[in-house]
């Protein structure tokens, strides 16, 4: 029997994301690989932009998923909204969102906990709702679109960011070609429940698409070392015991099976931006 997606199971949140340093430290090592592709941040705000009637009279901003804040923090920054409400289910990320919040003079900045399948606010309070790399964490990610269709105020728009279902498959190839999990390139797919293939469709069942956009972003780790700093926090593989969470233990094991060579490994990530439907006459 297969196991259940990680992403998927709600026994697997707290080892996900019950404390922030495991997923600051899987982020800082991908960004730290990161050959090619904008930083997604910059690109959500440029979307805003592009596509918004009034990007600099914005009203209320809506992060879902918000997570460390990223995000968040580059809205504040670039595009100057009166509010921003970062939104997130995990605590300990939170409390990583307030402290990097604070830096920010005159912060408009507010993180509040929440279930994105049930947006703890007002029916057309939001100018602007973006939900990035937070949508396959949803077995029902058309009830969440459904969530941020209803708070987008007239004119509203979202934004929607997920990856591509064989992101990082190299990865995969090496994983099983090490030894460290035979069945790494047979696993589920993390993205399954939103993912670049299906992203628009789901937005279709709530809001109306005005535009995508795929880039493949890239990233080459230097070696087994850099590697395992990614790979010791990822939760789509069966480690041995003492390897998950564990990257000296995990490099040890690479470089005992594998030659240390550079890695090269690929992302598609897309972006949907839609509005809300018009009420029928």
């Known amino acids: 029997m297969n196991e259940p997606n990680p992403f998927l199971d709600p026994a697997r949140r707290q080892e996900l994301y019950g404390h922030a340093s495991r997923l600051a430290g899987r ?23 592009a596509h918004h009637a009034h990007p600099n009279r914005l009203g209320m901003v809506l992060d879902i998923g918000c997570g460390r804040g990223t ?42 906990e929440g279930d994105f399948h049930d947006l703890p606010l007002p029916a057309g309070s939001c100018d602007v709702a973006v939900a990035a790399f937070c949508l396959y964490h949803s077995p029902r990610p058309n009830d969440v679109i459904a969530q941020i269709a209803k708070v987008l105020a007239p004119g509203g728009l979202a934004v929607l960011v997920t990856k591509g279902l064989d992101s990082y498959r190299e990865m995969d190839q090496l994983v099983a070609a090490a030894g460290l999990d035979a069945r790494a390139e047979k696993h ?27 880039e493949e972003h890239a990233f080459t780790f230097d070696g ?23 990257p000296g233990a995990l490099a040890a094991t690479l470089h005992e099976f594998l030659p240390d060579q550079p890695l090269t490994t690929r992302s598609l990530i897309t972006f949907v931006v839609a509005q809300a439907k018009e009420e029928p006459a």
Do not use: C, W
């Open 27 to 49: 982020t800082s090592a991908l960004m730290r690989a990161k050959t090619s592709g904008r930083p997604v941040p910059e690109t959500i705000v440029s979307l805003v932009q």
């Open 71 to 112: 995000s968040t923090l580059a809205i504040v920054e670039q595009l100057r909204p009166r509010r921003v409400i970062g939104l997130d289910a995990a605590p300990a990320l939170l409390v990583q969102a307030r402290a990097r919040s604070e830096q920010l003079p005159d912060t408009v900045a507010e993180f509040v």
């Open 188 to 214: 589920e797919s993390l993205y399954t429940a939103a993912h670049s293939g299906n992203l628009a469709a789901l937005a279709t069942s709530s809001l109306e698409v005005i535009a995508t956009l795929d």
């Open 224 to 246: 087994h070392d850099q590697l395992a700093q990614y790979l010791a926090t990822n939760p789509k593989y069966d480690l041995a015991p003492g390897l998950y969470g564990n």
